[in-house]
């Protein structure tokens, strides 16, 4: 066999075994898509919209909605309808970030749906209430929904933090065992 071939087959072999090892499309491309999601989301111009706050009463979001123009209630649902999309993807990447990092814990994994789905309920209610098909005031809950979703996120996000720390941990206890 010439080196050329051998060198074809090496590197075949380690491109191939590559993205199982150090690369995860998946996650690449579901980054890729919450990036473009939200940098539109922030161009569309979002500022101060329900979403972002910890909690809301009924009163001040009926306030904020009466309060916006025909001009501002378009942006909002187009924010809106943008915001399931990165609802969509942000709970997926949670999703396998929780599987990668907890792979004995098979059940923990589900726990990155439980702030989507309270952030799809929000946002759904929202896109509802802009095209006036629905009144914010059967809505009550609707501020609490926005805690449970915080709240909800902020642990999901502490267990990834913590998961990505233990993976670190690990690694460089192994790169330093193996450099002995």
Known sequence: MSALVVAEKNIKNAVVGMPSRYFDFRMIFVWSVFVIVLTVIIKVDSQNILDTRLYYT???AIQYIKSLSRKDTYRYLLTEIFNLILVVTSTVLLYLSLKRFYTKKTKLKYLALVPGAFALYEASTLISVLTDQAE????????LIALFKWLTLSIVLFLVVLGLAHHFKNKYK???ISKI
Do not use: D, I, P, V
């Open 136 to 143: 914010l005031k059967a809505y009550s809950w609707l501020g």
């Open 174 to 176: 192994t790169l330093a």
């Open 58 to 60: 009924n009163e001040e």
